[in-house]
């Protein structure tokens, strides 16, 4: 079983590599040939890794190290790309931010406390909220509603944006498993995940939102 396990994570950090790279290109060639706004195509990007991360880390993680191993991986080659401005379709926004390596790293640290407390929900809800809300959030807010700053270049209208977007997810996901809204724990995580991506600056609600969200359900679980 172990050599399957093995065998499984050798396969998924060579096959979520490369796949990662390929969407990277893909990215640059929006940006560079197509002329796609940076905001769209960093927002692909984003949205497409976690997506994927919340489909097959799972699948092919059994063992939790490779999927840190993975992490970590991307985490120095996105940090090493911002600073050398290689990839402008990531990282080519006015603001300061980095946002795409500390995806990485909050990606793996979900994941690592879901495998720990023995809950895919804690490693599923967060990224589905941070694939999702945050996202939303940004274009309402930077894109296509024109609102009063809050915080830190964070508007009104992404943060309510985030916040009914989170809830209603948190809403259908809690329906669809225990056949009820849970509508007290789903508004505290909606809550405290909009609270945490108004206040993290340069990126780092990538790795604070995913955490923030998992905090809660670990808490939930032992109440």
């Known amino acids: 079983m172990n050599m399957n396990y093995h065998l499984l994570g050798l396969l998924g950090l060579l096959g979520l590599t490369v796949g990662y790279i390929l969407l990277l290109i893909f990215c640059e060639f929006?940006?560079?040939?197509?002329?796609?706004?940076?905001?769209?195509?960093?927002?692909?990007?984003?949205?497409?890794?976690?997506?994927?991360?919340?489909?097959?880390?799972?699948?092919?993680?059994?063992?939790?190290?490779y999927a840190l191993g993975l992490s970590a991986l991307f985490f120095v080659l996105l940090m090493v790309a911002n600073v050398k401005k290689w990839l402008p379709s990531v990282d080519g926004v006015e603001r300061k931010t980095g946002g795409s390596y500390f995806l990485a790293f909050g990606i793996g640290a979900t994941y690592l406390?879901?495998?720990?407390?023995?809950n895919s929900m804690v490693f599923t809800l967060p990224l589905l909220i941070f694939a999702i809300s945050d996202p939303l959030a940004g274009l309402m807010g930077g894109k296509w509603v024109k609102s009063s700053e809050i915080y830190g270049g964070k508007t009104i209208a992404g943060s309510l944006t985030f916040l009914f977007s989170a809830l209603i997810i948190c809403l259908l996901f809690f329906n669809s498993v225990y056949d009820n809204p849970m509508i007290a724990m789903s508004l505290m995580i909606a809550l405290t995940a909009t609270v945490t991506e108004l206040i993290s600056t340069r990126g780092t609600d990538n790795f604070t939102i995913p955490l923030s969200v998992a905090s809660i359900l670990v808490i939930g679980q032992f109440l």
């Open 30 to 65: 929006l940006n560079r040939k197509m002329k796609i706004d940076t905001e769209y195509t960093r927002k692909l990007s984003h949205v497409a890794s976690v997506l994927s991360a919340m489909f097959l880390f799972p699948v092919f993680f059994k063992n939790v190290g």
């Open 113 to 118: 406390i879901s495998v720990f407390f023995e």
